[in-house]
């Protein structure tokens, strides 16, 4: 694994019944080809599980194919959808800002456990492994930390970087992902991202997380890709846990945080 400079490109919400528009996100972005991909697994994406067992088995085919050539599988919750109440101080983040995806954002600590079962059941039965866990929009409380920890992972992926689960040591590697809300909006989210581009070289580790949502939006597709063919001008393609592993490394800078306990 190399060192220096690394980048990671991730495809979130990656399921069965999201796997065409996964399939029509690498083809609209040839440089993936080459790269190797995160792809963020979600069991029963919406609660769509039975209605998933139709036409389940190519996916699954295709993700052992990807998994086989080197690509890392994380899984991503459960079912990405957040049916916790909201008060409301985080009402407009969990229902407007997030739409009511982050999953982990409001779970009791025994749900979390139950639904990081199911996942990692469900994984085993497709004899897939997962190192990661990213809960959905990144969204995570304290007693959600404490049952991926027990549950095994080696890591926790959010929105600025990646926890450590056995120490709680904090590796910083920032994300850039997209909006498509309104296309006004979104041209304006991108611009903030392209003028980080003028400080981005002093960062270890970038991320690319990609949706199949950006479908929706050609202005996002474009991005990605110039961003991917500049980075692979002065980086190393990883896996996000080729790059944790890396970010671990002696003489890596890394700071420190506990996982407190109740």
């Avoid at 080459?34 to 067992?53: C, F, K, S, Y």
């Avoid at 101080?89 to 600590?109: Q, V």
């Avoid at 070289?201 to 110039?226: C, E, F, S, T, W």
Wanted: aromatic share 10%; proline share 5%; with cysteine.
């Amino acid at each position: 694994m190399a060192s220096g400079p690394a980048f990671c490109v991730s495809i979130h919400d990656v399921s069965a019944p999201t796997w065409h528009a996964c399939v029509q996100l690498m083809e609209r972005l040839p440089v993936l080809r080459e790269l190797p991909i995160t792809l963020l697994l979600v069991p029963d994406w919406h609660r769509q599980g039975n209605a998933a067992l139709h036409g389940a088995a190519p996916f699954h085919e295709a993700i052992a194919a990807m998994q086989a050539q080197g690509h890392e599988l994380c899984l991503h919750g459960y079912t990405h959808w957040d049916e916790q109440p909201a008060g409301m101080l985080d009402w407009w983040k969990r229902r407007i800002w997030t739409r009511s995806e982050g999953e982990f954002a409001a779970l009791d600590e025994l749900s979390a456990r139950e639904r990081l079962r199911f996942g990692l059941r469900w994984l085993a039965a497709q004899g897939w492994q997962a190192k990661g866990f990213v809960p959905p929009a990144w969204m995570i409380n304290s007693a959600g930390m404490r049952a991926v920890r027990e549950a095994g992972f080696d890591y926790l992926s959010l929105y600025r970087g990646w926890r450590r689960l056995a120490d709680g040591r904090i590796i910083d590697a920032p994300t850039i992902t997209y909006s498509t809300r309104h296309p006004l909006g979104d041209a304006l989210w991108r611009s903030a991202y392209s003028r980080l581009a003028l400080h981005e070289r002093g960062i270890p580790v970038l991320r690319l997380a990609l949706h199949p949502a950006d479908l929706q939006r050609h202005g996002n597709l474009a991005h990605a890709n110039r961003l991917i063919e500049r980075w692979l001008d002065y980086r190393v393609a990883l896996t996000e846990y080729q790059a944790y592993q890396q970010r671990l490394a002696p003489g890596a800078v890394v700071h420190h945080e506990n996982i407190r306990r109740r």
